[in-house]
C-alpha cells in the first residue's frame, strides 16, 4: 500500500524504528478514562455548559501547544490548502484576546 512507503520514509526521516511506531499505534489506550458521553440526551443549557467549562477550558489550557501545531500546518500546508493558515490566524487571535 502507498500509505506504508510514506509512513516508512516518515520514520526514516525522524530516525525512529517503523516497528515502533506500528506497535505504538497498534497498543494505543486512552490516557484517561472518561465516560461515554451521550451528548444527544442532554439539553441545550446542559451542553452549552459543558462545551463552556469543559472544552473552553481544556482550549485555554493548551492554546500555546495548539498555536504551534496550528502555525506547522499553516506553514507546510498553507500554499495548497489555504484554510490551514485562516486556522492558524484564528487561534493566534484568540490567544491574545
Not at 80 to 92: C, G, N, Q, S, Y
Request: aromatic content about 12%; hydrophobic content about 45%; glycine content about 2%.
Amino acid at each position: 500500500m502507498w500509505w506504508r512507503k510514506i509512513r516508512e520514509n516518515a520514520c526514516l526521516k525522524a530516525n525512529i524504528d517503523v516497528d515502533d511506531v506500528v506497535n505504538d499505534l497498534l497498543n494505543n489506550k486512552p490516557k484517561n478514562d472518561a465516560p461515554n458521553l451521550n451528548f444527544k440526551d442532554w439539553s441545550a443549557e446542559f451542553l452549552a455548559d459543558y462545551i463552556v467549562y469543559v472544552h473552553h477550558t481544556y482550549i485555554r489550557q493548551n492554546l500555546a501547544i495548539i498555536n504551534e501545531f496550528a502555525d506547522k500546518v499553516a506553514n507546510v500546508h498553507g500554499q495548497h490548502e489555504l484554510k490551514t493558515i485562516e486556522i492558524a490566524k484564528f487561534f493566534l487571535q484568540f490567544q491574545v484576546n
